[in-house]
């Protein structure tokens, strides 16, 4: 079935693409309302702290309105250009955001292009060669890296004075490599190609129009995972090595029950994987 | 022959860890507090942990945890994939949410005096339930272009019932991919146990996990001291290495 | 020569006299007023204008931004004399007016300041009176002991708190970069010329990273050090017990989830002492802590010279009166298993915070010990916020593992903990009555000590107060852990001591090669 992009599917996607952001949003408020621990902050346990100021406390960095009303808030207060103040920080959600989000940012996007080129780079020389050696020692590569935690690949970068990115890239590839694989084998084995290659297409035509075009919502797929993993691995990356960046942020929001930077958070990630959802939709 | 290899290591692996009560030297508990941080010995194979615990017997307690659970909870992530893979909007939405909120509000469902064997059946069934959304969306992307494909749509027009398509046609080209999440989220799974420990949701002290020994790793001046702390991410790199092997 | 001469005077001003170490975390707040959590009260002191310092090493009260100061016979009052031409970072001048301002918004209920707490008293707040620009008497309604003290935490603030206000101590904040560092620069206004030009304070959560850049010179001190990096500082030191202490304790307050055969156990004191005796102090302080710990002797550490027992002695190992104790209390060994006079298998959980490695080392040892006389124990590590909520709300625990750190010199500050209607009264929060005799009278002693301005007294109060805690055990405590500190020898003038600021205490005097 051939799909038409026409201005009905564009509103579609927005139309989804908005939904899906508010009801990540509201579902990220309601895990961390409803989580143990919400209503506890550490001043709880200073003796030297009297009730009226720790029920003052209370009071600034809890919302007691009901979640509905909260978010509905939350989001009035976003469309006047901010998110709130971060309770853990006692800074402006927005200004913590603009200053990390670059250092994310740029580990994100070298670690994820890092790995993803490794990972086609060995794919393509495994399925194209078809070589059986190049093909174990790929894999081997891959399950060697697969067993090493994240943080630990980047302590080690971090103590020899590496790049960190180098470190996500390498976390990130063993992650795409075999789903990468797999694709560019399904797409070598496919009899259009196999009809190209009969015809004497050349490599360049083949690989661009036959491989690549065919697989282009895979690889957007993929490329949306890859940068969802990269955040992922990019948190211990931060927290162990003290990169001030949005992932570092993201585990203190988390452990310090930050609504209002935990809600920005959820806003932000839903929305950019879902963007990168609905591209590869449209593309497709 | 690398294949068979492969799966000999794979099965003394399993086989060592079912029967770790009876090959381990010593208890996994057991506290020679005389002797903590100690390097290896012939008293002590792999040396000793910082409460004097023999590392090799905690290696091969931890081996029975990891090596049944993850790939389990592995295994039910990929068929809930396979199940929700049409659902792209559930799929994107789960893909952004914090889980580990839920898993903080497991630790407060659990009673305290959960056993800790219980304690992380139940951390590897909500992992495998909270870990399905990224297999998910390969395999949405791959059913969409599969939807599209020439075979496919041949198929259907020769009338072909759904069922048979999926299991006869689709799933040979979904397994590979299934089996790529699945070697992904195994060692995932093993690693995400120990950061679950931050909140109280990794395996209770004193049940050893490869999880828990590999965190040490985090710590320079302990692998410094004694080579064999890497003696967990070396099994790891080795089972890894084997299931690659034996992939369909 | 003239140029070789200006290079290195330059090369020593830009690079020789910055101080630089590292946090763990972003200081919550710049306002000295509001200031709670351990990395923002560093900043505090560091840029603090205060009218008198306690020298940590003599413990006596030091002027300040005061000249002078006079206590009144009474014990009520308190006059300040001011230095004259005093200013603030920013020019703005400051006189006695500010010190009352500062008082006046302290003490305002609407500020909900914790520096306020501390100032205020049971029998209500304090009168503050300017007799001139220089002078100022503060008079309580009822004799506050040793409140002269409370003045070296108290900032006197500009009359409007920015976000980074304008400092009246030695080093104001010049930059801050969130997740990176904040940089405080010498106070050009201040009475005094400090010897340090700056002071760089790195954002460091990795203590292991931390280390490894002190060893490369990137960093010339680390205030305190983990005693599982001791040994890989080659100038780290130990400057003997610290304030801090790890204890253990159960819940004995009713509980939905602590059925009531386990809560006769919590709340009876011959099982208590016997867990108390079955546990190797010495163990966790040799393995845990590296040796780089004492068994403590009560809820005092020896560190704090002038309010620690000296006659009590550190808990000790005793497997025999451990084993008498349970026997006068009906528990009986059965294949193994302790048993109370019910048939009931002794098991109990502990909670503890997780991700601190040291408690859960502690935690597992004493379940190891505990294992020995045939109880089993389940240890549970939680979340902090979590833990909070369970030990100071709803009360759904057994028994907690945890520890004070950089603890208040004056433990008669701590009445929340020890009177039996305290939010922080560890074993049963908000106790309606006291539940035993010797609970009530910890709360006669608590009582006296708040308003004893006899020093003596207070410490003999104090003395009856450890010894009781020791023999009821309603807190076990465990260990005191020693602090350990490294400073580069490029840094000349540290006196480290165990209170905090430890080292920076005297930042004033600080200088570097």
């Known amino acids: 079935m051939i799909r038409v992009l026409t201005p009905r599917r564009l509103l579609s996607n927005l139309f989804s693409l908005i939904v899906i952001v508010l009801l990540g949003g509201f579902a990220a408020a309601a895990l961390v309302r409803y989580s143990p621990g919400f209503s506890s902050i550490p001043e709880d346990l200073d003796p030297s702290i009297s009730p009226e100021t720790l029920q003052a406390l209370h009071a600034k960095y809890e919302d007691n309105n009901p979640l509905p009303v909260f978010y509905a808030r939350y989001l009035a207060g976003t469309f006047k250009g901010g998110f709130g103040i971060s309770t853990a920080l006692n800074q402006p959600v927005a200004d913590l955001l603009r200053r990390r989000a670059p250092v994310t940012a740029k580990l994100i996007a070298m670690g994820t292009a890092g790995g993803l080129l490794l990972g086609a780079l060995l794919a393509w020389m495994a399925v194209w060669t078809r070589k059986a050696y190049l093909e174990t020692a790929a894999f081997s590569l891959s399950g060697l890296l697969l067993a090493v935690p994240p943080a630990v690949l980047a302590l080690a970068f971090f103590f020899n004075q590496a790049p960190l990115a180098i470190a996500l890239a390498l976390a990130l590839f063993p992650r795409l490599f075999g789903t990468m694989r797999t694709l560019l084998d399904d797409a070598w084995r496919s009899p259009t190609l196999l009809a190209a290659r009969a015809r004497g297409v050349g490599p360049g035509v083949i690989a661009s129009r036959y491989v690549l075009g065919g697989a282009i919502p895979q690889i957007v797929a993929l490329l949306g995972v890859a940068l969802v993993l990269a955040f992922g691995a990019a948190i211990p990356i931060e927290v162990i090595c003290g990169v001030p960046g949005i992932g570092a942020l993201a585990l203190q929001a988390a452990v310090g029950r930050d609504m209002p930077l935990l809600c920005a958070l959820a806003l932000i990630i839903t929305f950019f994987v879902t963007f990168v959802h609905s591209v590869g939709d449209l593309l497709a | ?248 | ?513």
Request: with cysteine.
């Open chain 3, 1 to 513: 020569m003239k140029r070789l001469a200006l290079l290195l005077a330059l090369s020593t001003t830009a690079f020789g006299a910055e101080l630089r170490f590292s946090i763990s975390a972003d200081p919550k707040t710049f306002d000295p007023l509001h200031v709670l959590d351990d990395h923002s009260e560093t900043i505090r002191y560091l840029t603090a204008g205060v009218l008198v310092r306690i020298n940590r090493v003599t413990e006596k009260v030091e002027p300040q931004l005061a000249e002078s100061f006079k206590l009144s016979p009474d014990g009520r009052a308190i006059t300040f004399h001011l230095r004259p031409n005093l200013k603030f970072s920013d020019g703005t001048p400051l006189n006695a007016n500010d010190v009352a301002r500062t008082m006046k918004t302290a003490l305002d209920p609407k500020q909900a300041s914790p520096k306020g707490d501390t100032l205020r008293s049971e029998k209500g707040d304090p009168e503050v009176q300017v007799t001139s620009p220089l002078d100022i008497t503060i008079r309580y309604p009822a004799p506050k002991p040793d409140f002269e003290r409370l003045f070296d935490a108290l900032s006197i603030v500009p009359a409007k708190i920015e976000k980074i206000p304008a400092s009246a101590g030695p080093f104001y904040v010049a930059d801050y970069k969130s997740g990176e560092y904040v940089r405080l620069a010498r106070n050009p206004n201040y009475f005094m010329r400090p010897a340090l030009d700056s002071i760089r304070i790195d954002i460091q959560p990795n203590h292991d990273i931390e280390v490894t850049r002190f060893l490369r010179g990137e960093l010339d001190l680390i205030n305190q050090v983990d005693p599982t990096n001791f040994d890989r500082i080659p100038g780290a030191r130990s400057f003997g017990p610290s304030l801090d202490s790890e204890f253990l304790w159960f819940n004995q307050a009713p509980s939905a989830t602590v059925p009531a055969w386990k809560r006769k156990w919590f709340t009876s004191t011959a099982f208590r002492q016997a867990i108390s005796e079955s546990i190797h102090r010495d163990d966790i302080a040799r393995i845990v802590y590296r040796g780089h710990a004492h068994p403590a002797a009560g809820p005092v550490s020896p560190a704090n010279k002038f309010w620690f027992n000296a006659a009590l002695k550190p808990l000790a190992f005793d497997a025999q009166s451990a084993s008498k104790a349970l026997a006068s209390d009906g528990f009986k060994l059965d294949h193994g298993v302790l048993k109370d006079r019910d048939g009931h298998a002794v098991e109990f959980s502990i909670i503890t915070n997780a991700g601190n490695r040291t408690r859960e080392a502690m935690a597992a040892i004493i379940q190891d010990d505990l294992s020995k006389i045939g109880i089993k124990v389940n240890i549970v590590t939680l979340d902090f916020d979590s833990l909070i909520e369970r030990i100071a709300k709803t009360a759904q625990y057994e028994a907690c593992l945890l520890g004070f750190t950089s603890v208040e010199i004056n433990p008669t500050e701590q009445m929340n903990v020890w009177l039996s209607t305290g939010a922080n009264h560890a074993w049963w929060p908000r106790e309606k009555t006291p539940a035993t005799p010797w609970e009530a009278r910890i709360d006669q002693l608590e009582i006296a000590m708040a308003s004893d301005p006899s020093r003596a007294m207070r410490k003999k109060a104090l003395d009856e107060l450890q010894r009781i805690v020791v023999e009821q055990a309603p807190i076990i405590y465990l260990v005191n852990p020693d602090y350990l500190a490294a400073i580069s020898p490029r840094v000349h003038g540290a006196q480290p001591v165990a209170s905090p600021p430890q080292i920076l205490w005297n930042v004033e005097s600080l200088r570097l090669e």
């Open chain 2, 1 to 248: 022959m690398k294949q068979k290899i492969a799966i000999a290591i794979l099965a003394l692996v399993a086989l060592c860890a079912l029967l770790a009560p009876v090959i381990a030297p010593y208890d996994y508990s057991r506290q020679f507090r005389d002797t903590p941080h100690a390097t290896a010995s012939s008293q002590f194979l792999m040396g000793t942990d910082d409460l004097g615990r023999d590392r090799l017997s905690r290696l091969i307690y931890a081996t029975r945890v990891s090596i049944l659970l993850a790939p389990a909870a592995a295994l039910v992530s990929v068929m809930l994939a396979l199940l929700l893979s049409g659902f792209t909007s559930l799929t994107t939405l789960c893909l952004s949410l914090p889980w580990i909120f839920l898993f903080i509000i497991l630790r407060a469902l659990m009673p305290l005096n959960t056993r800790p064997l219980e304690s992380i059946l139940l951390t590897f069934a909500l992992m495998g339930v909270a870990g399905w959304a990224w297999p998910a969306r390969i395999f949405g992307a791959s059913i969409e272009q599969m939807k599209q494909s020439g075979w496919l749509l041949q198929a259907r027009a020769s009338g072909i019932g759904s069922r048979r398509i999926a299991l006869v046609h689709v799933w040979p080209h979904l397994r590979a991919i299934a089996w790529a999440q699945l070697r992904v989220l195994v060692p995932a799974y093993i690693l995400s146990e120990a950061s679950l420990g931050l909140i109280g949701l990794g395996v209770a002290e004193p049940l050893p996990s490869w999880g828990n020994l590999l965190a040490e790793l985090q710590r320079p001046e302990a692998v410094h001291s004694n080579p064999w702390v890497l003696a967990p991410l070396g099994l790891l790199m080795i089972v890894m290495i084997c299931l690659e092997q034996v992939a369909p």
